[in-house]
């Protein structure tokens, strides 16, 4: 089912991101959390695409595998950076066919090590994929929104701009980037607003289960972590940062549902405890 359908009759959707295991050992842990998580009746679950197309193939067979194995509405993110419009042709016809019908519009990044021979040069932003992807119709599509701003951006007045640019390109919603402190959150939907973004605009949450991880994760995406949660965290037990961590997205949660969110999505990183930890905190039940 597409998400903008979802959206427009639900108050609140649950989500869940996933990404292809590298490794086949891996698959047994994927398998276990869809296992586990699918039981918390999400409205779609989404599953990543490696950085310049590096899990293009496993990214559309975990998609259609999850989509037809465990009957969950799924959201393929799709990048566009290192892609020609033929590339990204190809995954849509066979999204098309196989009946996925969301698709989480990116530009991503290219990795250092890409040959610059392979670099395509049909699409240059994420707005550029948006239009491409609804002209040929049949998709609800998603792009990527950043509350603290993206890491090239000039300027958070930019930034919002570029976001609106995507949606007035045809997104019907947005997923924010994983932030800790609400606030970024709030102001950002005050941006959003203030230049006339009228689609809903999902918080992506990372439960913090260790913080030399969760570091390593801010500096990539130029988020920040409160200070605040870091002198929690530091010197801490394994165990006791899990629950530190989990109990802290509980809070951040309920923050949010009680600000009316349009929506919760869970990075769960493969993992399904702190995910499941956190959802029983804000009282939703498995079946
Ligand atoms: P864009 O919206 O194109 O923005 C990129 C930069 O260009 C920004 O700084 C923006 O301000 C600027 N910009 C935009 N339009 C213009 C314009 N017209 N002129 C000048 N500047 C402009 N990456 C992956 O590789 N795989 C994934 O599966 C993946 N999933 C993600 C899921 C979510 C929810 C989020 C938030 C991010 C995800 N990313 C993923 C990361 C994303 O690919 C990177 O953050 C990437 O650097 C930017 O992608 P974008 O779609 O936001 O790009």
Not at 41 to 50: A, I, R
Not at 68 to 88: P, W
Not at 208 to 236: H, I, W, Y
Not at 256 to 264: D, F, K, P, S, T
């Amino acid at each position: 089912m597409k998400i903008s359908e979802i959206l427009e009759s639900k108050k609140m959707t649950l989500s869940f991101e996933f990404f292809p295991p590298k490794k086949v050992e891996n698959e047994k842990i994927l398998f276990d959390t869809i296992d586990i998580l699918k039981n918390y009746n999400p409205d779609f679950v989404s599953v990543t695409y490696g950085a310049g197309g590096s899990t293009k193939d496993k990214t559309v067979d975990w998609t259609i595998r999850i989509l037809k194995d465990y009957n969950l509405n799924v959201m393929m993110h799709l990048t566009c950076i290192a892609s020609s419009k033929s590339d990204i042709d190809v995954i849509l016809e066979i999204l098309k066919a196989e009946g996925v019908e969301n698709i989480l519009a990116l530009r991503g990044d290219i990795p250092k090590d890409f040959p610059v021979e392979d670099i395509k040069k049909d699409f240059n932003y994420a707005y550029e994929l948006v239009k491409y992807i609804r002209e040929k119709n049949g998709f609800s599509i998603g792009v990527a929104g950043y509350p603290e701003g993206h890491l090239e951006s000039e300027s958070l007045e930019k930034d919002i701009e570029y976001l609106k640019l995507k949606v007035d390109s045809g997104a019907d919603f947005v997923i924010t980037q994983l932030f800790f402190d609400n606030n970024y959150y709030f102001e950002f939907l005050n941006r959003a607003v203030q230049v006339g973004i009228d689609v809903p605009i999902i918080p992506g949450i990372m439960p913090v289960v260790n913080l030399s991880q969760v570091q390593r994760f801010v500096e990539m995406c130029g988020a920040t972590v409160p200070d605040e949660l870091v002198k929690k965290l530091e010197g801490r037990t394994p165990d006791d940062m899990y629950k530190i961590g989990v109990e802290y997205a509980v809070l951040q949660c309920k923050e949010l549902i009680e600000n009316n969110v349009r929506g919760l999505h869970f990075y769960t990183l493969n993992k399904y405890n702190a995910t499941k930890e956190i959802l029983e905190g804000l009282g939703y039940a498995a079946e």
